[in-house]
């Protein structure tokens, strides 16, 4: 499961066109949590781009509809990191997302650092 990227930032990406001529598209039976809804109704959609062979399958809604427009947008960020590699908007922006969330990770530690060190000070001006 790849996370999706935000529809706002969506736009600014320069991302690859996917010609439908290139796309193969299956409705298949879900999988997961949902009981009779998910058993009994093929909306699941599995989308292939056959030059790459990269296969993207799509259960996130109840809507077929929805779901192969997210199947969509999942695959275009797949190939274009396939083609492009560390010169995609894709690749960069994972890289800048992980970037503040070690810089996040780290100013929580510094701050519960900085709040043991406080309560050990406070201990010893109460003895």
């Known amino acids: 499961s790849v996370p999706l990227l935000q ?6 990406l320069n991302l690859l066109e996917l010609p439908e001529a290139e796309l193969e ?60 590699g560390e010169d995609s908007d894709v ?5 800048a997302s992980e970037k503040q969330k070690q810089e996040k990770k780290r100013r929580a530690k510094e701050n519960l650092e900085r709040k043991k060190l406080f309560k050990e000070m406070q201990q010893l001006d109460k003895e």
């Open 7 to 12: 529809a706002a930032r969506k736009k600014s």
């Open 25 to 84: 598209e299956q409705f298949v039976r879900g999988d997961g949590p949902g009981g009779q809804a998910t058993n009994k109704t093929n909306n699941c959609v599995v989308l292939k781009h056959i030059p790459s062979g990269i296969v993207v399958k799509c259960h996130q809604t109840r809507s077929v509809e929805k779901n192969r427009k997210i199947a969509r947008e999942i695959l275009q960020e797949k190939v274009d990191l396939f083609y492009k």
């Open 91 to 95: 690749f960069k922006e994972r890289k």
